[in-house]
């Protein structure tokens, strides 16, 4: 072993012993509460340190920052599972299927107008959140798409108004 990757493996261990150190002299858990600032910032600092030493030493591959579309897609991840667990019965009927999506294209294209027009009453984080939220019914849409009834519904005549 060279005396750098020695090095480097001994701020691995040297990490690894803080971070062990940190959490039996603080009792810390995986999730620390906001309400203990100090605390919370010596667990990330020892967090943080371990990390360092394991990507130093060839352990864990660099941190990735997540691409934009990264971003969007884990927001969009995220709205469906919340959409799922307030309402998990979806249409079966393709047409009222198609309206809950088109339901919430409309809620975009309203905040898109008011940005545009009134802008005291939406902004552009409103518009985003409506575009996740119509993405989210657009893949429900998606997931049920060899499911979906689509017979026409009962009909009948109309007489013409006089």
């Not at 660099?62 to 971003?71: G, Q």
């Not at 940005?115 to 005291?120: D, F, K, L, R």
């Not at 119509?134 to 849409?141: G, K, N």
Request: proline share 6%; charged share 25%.
């Amino acid at each position: 072993m060279t005396d750098d990757r020695f090095a480097l493996q001994n701020r691995e261990f040297a990490a690894g012993q803080l971070f062990s150190d940190a959490l039996r002299a603080h009792d810390l858990t995986p999730i620390v509460d906001d309400d203990y600032p100090e605390i919370r910032n010596r667990y990330e600092s020892a967090v943080n340190t371990l990390i360092r030493a394991f990507t130093d030493n060839g352990r864990l591959p660099a941190a990735r920052h997540p691409s934009p579309l990264d971003v969007v897609i884990l927001e969009i991840k995220a709205e469906l599972v919340f959409a799922l667990g307030k309402f998990p019965t979806w249409p079966t009927r393709l047409i009222d299927a198609g309206n809950v999506v088109f339901e919430e294209a409309g809620e975009l294209s309203k905040a898109c107008l008011q940005v545009t027009y009134e802008p005291h009453k939406e902004t552009l984080d409103g518009v985003r959140k409506e575009a996740i939220q119509t993405a989210a019914m657009a893949i429900r849409f998606l997931l049920s798409v060899d499911k979906y009834d689509c017979t026409p519904g009962p009909q009948h005549n109309q007489e013409a108004a006089a």
